[in-house]
Structure formats: C-alpha cells, structure tokens
C-alpha cells in the first residue's frame, strides 16, 4: 500500500515555473515506477511525465517535452515535476501515480493516486 501526496501547485504566470512534490509513504517506494498526469475541466486526464522505480528512465507527454522534469529521490521517497516556460493550456489538477509496471504512462497501469494539487496558469 502506498499514499501519495503532492503538493507545490499554485497561480503562476505564463513563462514562469512551478515544483511538484509528491511525497510517498510505505518502505518500497523505490519498487514503484512514478508519473504525473492532469486534467483540466471538461477535459479526460491525460498523462505528462513518467520515470522508472531506478530513475533511469524518463516519458514525457509531447505537449511537455524541454519544459518539464520529472525526478525521483529514493531517499526522501519523494517524486518532483519542475515545470518551466508554463503555459495557460497547463492549467490542471496534477495528479501523483504509482504503479508496479516498469514505467507507466497510461491512466489505467495506475496502481495509486496522489489527491491533486491545483496549477493555474494566467496569460
């Protein structure tokens, strides 16, 4: 079993940056591969950035791609997602996941999730 919560979102301006934190509890953290995903209003939630449980392996959805970083610290058993250069399309509930598969970038490979943490970005 796992909890997961996040924190570190906020109202930013376009251009400006943000970092996710997602804080895990339970002594196998480092058995899980980690993700973010998000979803905005009236929209389905879609995937944004994934690593594996080694942190040698990295995914990210295109629309992120040389603006967010996903990274993992074993040791705080904690999982960030610096985003820079944001946009007002990034406007979201984040969402922290955990899962047993090897890296996961789709909703339904999810064995966890985080409670949310709210990005508003302002043009």
């Known amino acids: 079993q796992v909890q997961l919560v996040e924190s570190g979102g906020g109202l930013v301006q376009a251009g400006g940056s943000l970092r996710l934190s997602c804080a895990a509890s339970?002594?196998?953290?480092?058995?899980?591969?980690m993700a973010w995903f998000r979803q905005a209003p009236g929209k389905e939630r879609e995937f944004v950035a994934a690593i594996s449980w080694t942190g040698g392996r990295t995914s990210y959805a295109d629309s992120v791609k040389g603006r967010f970083t996903i990274s993992r610290d074993s040791a705080k058993n904690t999982v960030y997602l610096q985003m820079n250069s944001l946009k007002p399309e990034d406007t979201a509930v984040y969402y922290c996941?955990?899962?047993?598969?090897?890296?996961?970038?789709?909703?339904?490979?999810?064995?966890?999730w985080g409670q949310g943490t709210q990005v508003t970005v302002s043009s």
């Open positions: 996941a955990a899962s047993y598969g090897a890296i996961v970038v789709h909703s339904k490979d999810v064995n966890y």
């Open positions: 339970g002594r196998t953290f480092s058995t899980y591969s």
